[in-house]
């Protein structure tokens, strides 16, 4: 059964950092990508980064990509999103998510088949 945790989400003051996680079960790393989606209030649902299976490469979102770093670790099965110098337009509903791909690229447009429940991240002072 494939499951998303998510963790790492909370209070944090502009210009902080958060680490969000995300540990896989059910499946590999190697051969799903991962992506980081996030929702705030009234939005509609907005690509992060994303981390592909076999060959790790990874894509941010050209606004983000300055601030935020996706990496893994695969004896965790885990996937993460550094973010740093958060601002509060940052503020949403985090969540990742997973679908089978042996691409050596991903994206973080089209369709995910599995995701977290989600973590909240709020930049506010």
């Known amino acids: 059964q494939v499951q998303l945790v998510e963790s790492g989400g909370g209070l944090v003051q502009p210009g902080g950092s958060l680490r969000l996680s995300c540990v896989a079960s059910?499946?590999?790393?190697?051969?799903?990508?991962i992506a980081w989606f996030r929702q705030a209030p009234g939005k509609e649902r907005e690509g992060v980064s994303c981390l592909s299976g076999r060959h790790g490469s990874t894509y941010y979102a050209d606004s983000l990509k300055s601030r935020f770093t996706i990496s893994r670790d695969k004896a965790e099965n885990t996937v993460y999103l550094q973010m740093n110098s958060l601002r509060p337009e940052d503020t949403a509903f985090y969540f990742c998510?997973?679908?089978?791909?042996?691409?050596?690229?991903?994206?973080?447009?089209?369709?995910?088949?599995?995701w977290g429940q989600g973590t909240q991240v709020t930049v506010s002072s």
């Open positions: 059910g499946f590999t790393l190697d051969d799903y990508a």
């Open positions: 998510a997973a679908k089978s791909s042996r691409l050596f690229s991903c994206s973080i447009g089209g369709s995910y088949d599995y």
